[in-house]
């Protein structure tokens, strides 16, 4: 047993939401990548309420492996949910997170290892080339990377998606974290541990299509802001500051003005400062409602996730952690 538990082992852990085409061939494909650490190893998929039969392909692989877990959560969650499920379900020292599309290459899982054996606490893959997305999908991309790491004045590592090992220091810090709205790359680039990143060039999506539409990568783009940074909110008491003394040195040369008897069109100016005005409110009641709401979310303690059924949860191959 001592000897057991001294040897590393490796978990990797794949959101999964009507992916069950993809299944097979990603098992496959991870079994090679995982047997070529020599180290003991599991894989976790988590089954974020899919309706094409994933759960129970996942239940299969199971059977047929039992390093193979499932985690089936009771709806869909989300994909940051089903991430934060089976980054804190999962036990080994190194922690493996990747999409289930294909798209994160499972043959990088040893150069992940690799790094993570040199010493690095946190290991992302980095997009070097994304095929066949749109222009308008990797320039959005391009701007809030680059955006995020203005804002929030520390490194988000640009272009890594969810693709990357954590060591169990980095996933104990993430699991420490108990907030609803989360972003779990930016968490993780958050804890603060030694990172470093592996080239790599991102294939299409192998079956099924994105689950991500272009608003939701703006709402998670707008969590990641306001979730790590009051940047926002000092820009409206800047736009506030600057505007206020603007306007009260308007009013006051009107009032001079008319005084004197300057002839000054009074509609004009009123209309254009009700809807300059008007427009301002908007805007800043508008980023403090942003607050307030996640505020409201967080303040009502759900959980993150909610699980329905586990396969292999104490049979899985690597020793259970902390076992006394
Ligand atoms: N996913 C999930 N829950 C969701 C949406 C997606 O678990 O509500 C999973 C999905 O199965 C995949 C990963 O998250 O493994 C990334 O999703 P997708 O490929 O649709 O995103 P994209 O690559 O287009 O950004
Ligand atoms: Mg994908």
Redesign the pocket.
């Known amino acids: 047993m001592q000897a057991e538990t001294s040897r590393q082992t490796v978990s990797v852990v794949?959101?999964?939401?009507?992916?069950r085409e993809?299944l097979p061939d990603l098992y496959e494909q991870l079994r090679t990548a995982l047997d070529a650490t020599a180290l003991p190893w599991e894989i976790l998929f988590?089954?974020?309420?899919?309706t094409d039969g994933s759960g129970e392909a996942i239940q299969r692989l199971h059977e047929v492996d039992s390093r193979v877990r499932g985690i089936l959560l009771s709806r869909?969650?989300?994909?940051e949910?089903?991430?934060t499920a089976g980054i804190e379900l999962a036990v080994g020292d190194a922690v493996i997170l990747?999409?289930?599309?294909l798209?994160d290459p499972p043959a990088l899982v040893p150069a992940l290892v690799e790094k993570w054996r040199e010493g690095y606490d946190i290991v992302c893959a980095q997009r070097t080339a994304r095929h066949q997305e749109s222009a308008f999908k990797r320039a959005s991309a391009y701007l809030f990377y680059r955006a995020m790491t203005l804002l929030v004045g520390w490194n988000l590592p640009a272009d890594t998606?969810?693709f990357r090992l954590m060591n169990r220091a980095a996933v104990e810090a993430f699991r420490s974290c108990p907030e609803r709205n989360r972003f779990v790359r930016a968490l993780v680039a958050w804890t603060g541990f030694r990172q470093t990143t592996v080239p790599f060039e991102r294939p299409p999506?192998q079956a099924?299509?994105?689950?991500?539409r272009t608003w939701q990568?703006f709402a998670l783009a707008l969590t990641s802001v306001t979730s790590f940074s009051v940047a926002p909110l000092r820009i409206a008491t800047a736009i506030g500051l600057l505007v206020v003394p603007f306007a009260t040195l308007t009013v006051l040369g009107i009032l001079v003005g008319r005084l004197f008897g300057a002839p000054v069109p009074v509609n004009v100016v009123v209309v254009a400062s009700i809807w300059f005005f008007g427009g301002l409110q908007c805007l800043l009641v508008g980023i403090v409602g942003e607050y307030i709401g996640r505020i409201y979310i967080e303040a009502q303690h759900r959980p993150i996730y909610i699980v329905r059924k586990q396969f292999g949860e104490t049979d899985s191959g690597i020793a259970h952690r902390g076992t006394k």
């Open positions: 794949c959101p999964v939401f009507n992916e993809n988590v089954d974020d309420g899919s869909n969650f989300g994909h949910a089903a991430a990747m999409d289930a599309d798209q998606g969810n999506r099924g299509k994105s689950k991500y990568m």
